[in-house]
Protein backbone atom coordinates (compact mmCIF):
# COMPACT_ATOMS: atom_id res chain seq x y z
CA UNK A 1 0.00 0.00 0.00
CA UNK A 2 1.34 3.43 -1.11
CA UNK A 3 1.80 5.98 1.84
CA UNK A 4 3.42 9.09 1.65
CA UNK A 5 3.81 11.11 4.78
CA UNK A 6 5.08 15.02 5.19
CA UNK A 7 7.09 16.71 7.52
CA UNK A 8 9.20 19.67 8.23
CA UNK A 9 5.87 22.44 8.35
CA UNK A 10 5.61 24.89 10.89
CA UNK A 11 5.37 28.37 11.90
CA UNK A 12 8.47 31.27 10.42
CA UNK A 13 8.54 35.14 9.95
CA UNK A 14 8.22 36.38 6.50
CA UNK A 15 11.81 36.07 5.00
CA UNK A 16 12.63 32.80 6.81
CA UNK A 17 12.73 29.37 5.28
CA UNK A 18 11.69 26.34 5.55
CA UNK A 19 12.49 22.39 4.14
CA UNK A 20 9.50 20.40 3.39
CA UNK A 21 10.04 16.48 3.30
CA UNK A 22 8.15 13.54 2.13
CA UNK A 23 8.74 10.04 2.53
CA UNK A 24 7.33 7.59 0.62
CA UNK A 25 6.55 3.56 1.19
CA UNK A 26 5.24 0.85 -0.17
CA UNK A 27 6.36 1.31 -3.56
CA UNK A 28 9.86 2.33 -5.36
CA UNK A 29 9.30 5.50 -6.64
CA UNK A 30 12.66 6.14 -9.04
CA UNK A 31 10.29 6.44 -12.36
CA UNK A 32 7.29 8.15 -10.89
CA UNK A 33 6.16 11.78 -11.15
CA UNK A 34 6.46 13.57 -7.64
CA UNK A 35 4.85 17.18 -6.91
CA UNK A 36 4.17 19.60 -3.86
CA UNK A 37 0.66 21.53 -3.79
CA UNK A 38 -0.75 23.70 -1.30
CA UNK A 39 -4.35 24.83 0.05
CA UNK A 40 -5.00 27.84 1.48
CA UNK A 41 -7.66 28.18 4.06
CA UNK A 42 -11.01 28.90 1.45
CA UNK A 43 -9.14 28.64 -1.43
CA UNK A 44 -8.49 25.71 -4.07
CA UNK A 45 -5.62 23.64 -4.29
CA UNK A 46 -2.47 24.64 -6.27
CA UNK A 47 0.05 23.35 -7.52
CA UNK A 48 3.81 24.56 -6.95
CA UNK A 49 6.08 22.12 -8.23
CA UNK A 50 6.84 18.77 -9.67
CA UNK A 51 9.53 16.82 -10.24
CA UNK A 52 10.14 14.25 -13.28
CA UNK A 53 11.96 11.13 -12.54
CA UNK A 54 14.82 12.64 -14.57
CA UNK A 55 15.24 15.32 -12.39
CA UNK A 56 13.34 17.79 -14.95
CA UNK A 57 11.53 20.22 -13.07
CA UNK A 58 8.43 22.66 -13.27
CA UNK A 59 7.47 25.37 -10.94
CA UNK A 60 4.46 28.07 -10.77
CA UNK A 61 4.85 31.42 -11.18
CA UNK A 62 4.81 31.88 -7.11
CA UNK A 63 7.78 29.76 -6.11
CA UNK A 64 9.75 30.30 -9.07
CA UNK A 65 13.64 31.67 -7.66
CA UNK A 66 12.12 30.92 -3.98
CA UNK A 67 10.75 27.25 -3.62
CA UNK A 68 13.37 24.38 -4.83
CA UNK A 69 11.80 20.76 -5.40
CA UNK A 70 14.31 17.88 -5.54
CA UNK A 71 14.42 14.05 -4.63
CA UNK A 72 16.51 11.07 -3.33
CA UNK A 73 15.04 7.92 -4.87
CA UNK A 74 17.25 5.77 -3.04
CA UNK A 75 15.82 6.52 0.16
CA UNK A 76 11.93 7.51 -1.71
CA UNK A 77 12.16 10.57 0.25
CA UNK A 78 11.87 14.20 -1.84
CA UNK A 79 11.90 17.67 -0.92
CA UNK A 80 10.40 21.55 -1.15
CA UNK A 81 13.14 23.69 0.10
CA UNK A 82 11.12 26.96 0.61
CA UNK A 83 13.36 30.36 1.36
CA UNK A 84 12.32 34.34 0.89
CA UNK A 85 8.26 32.63 2.40
CA UNK A 86 5.70 34.91 2.68
CA UNK A 87 2.50 35.44 4.37
CA UNK A 88 0.52 34.64 1.36
CA UNK A 89 2.61 31.26 1.47
CA UNK A 90 0.81 29.94 4.38
CA UNK A 91 -1.24 26.56 3.71
CA UNK A 92 -1.48 22.97 4.02
CA UNK A 93 1.13 21.49 2.36
CA UNK A 94 0.61 18.52 0.48
CA UNK A 95 3.47 16.15 -1.08
CA UNK A 96 1.58 13.14 -4.58
CA UNK A 97 3.18 11.58 -6.34
CA UNK A 98 1.69 9.72 -9.75
CA UNK A 99 3.15 6.44 -11.57
CA UNK A 100 4.93 6.48 -14.94
CA UNK A 101 2.85 7.08 -18.12
CA UNK A 102 1.35 10.50 -18.54
CA UNK A 103 3.46 14.20 -18.60
CA UNK A 104 4.77 15.28 -15.23
CA UNK A 105 5.98 18.27 -16.02
CA UNK A 106 2.44 19.79 -17.63
CA UNK A 107 0.70 18.86 -14.08
CA UNK A 108 0.67 21.84 -12.86
CA UNK A 109 -0.70 23.83 -16.09
CA UNK A 110 -2.80 21.38 -17.79
CA UNK A 111 -4.29 18.81 -15.29
CA UNK A 112 -7.28 20.32 -12.99
CA UNK A 113 -7.32 20.75 -9.48
CA UNK A 114 -7.74 19.20 -6.38
CA UNK A 115 -5.65 16.19 -7.83
CA UNK A 116 -3.92 17.95 -10.58
CA UNK A 117 -3.59 13.94 -12.10
CA UNK A 118 -1.57 12.49 -9.28
CA UNK A 119 -2.79 9.20 -8.04
CA UNK A 120 -0.94 9.39 -4.55
CA UNK A 121 -1.05 11.70 -1.61
CA UNK A 122 0.02 13.10 1.92
CA UNK A 123 -2.58 13.98 4.67
CA UNK A 124 -0.52 17.26 4.24
CA UNK A 125 1.57 19.74 6.58
CA UNK A 126 0.65 23.00 7.51
CA UNK A 127 2.92 26.27 7.27
CA UNK A 128 2.32 29.50 8.47
CA UNK A 129 4.07 32.38 7.48
CA UNK A 130 3.83 35.58 9.46
CA UNK A 131 4.44 38.81 8.72
Known amino acids: QVQLVESGGGSVQAGGSLRLSCTAS????????MGWFRQAPGKEREGVAV???????SYADSAKGRFTISQVNANNIWYLQMNSLKPEDTAMYYC?????????????????????????WGKGTLVTISS
Open 51 to 57: IDSDGST
Open 26 to 33: GYTFSSYC
Open 96 to 120: AADPPGGSCLSRLSTFPPPFYGMDY
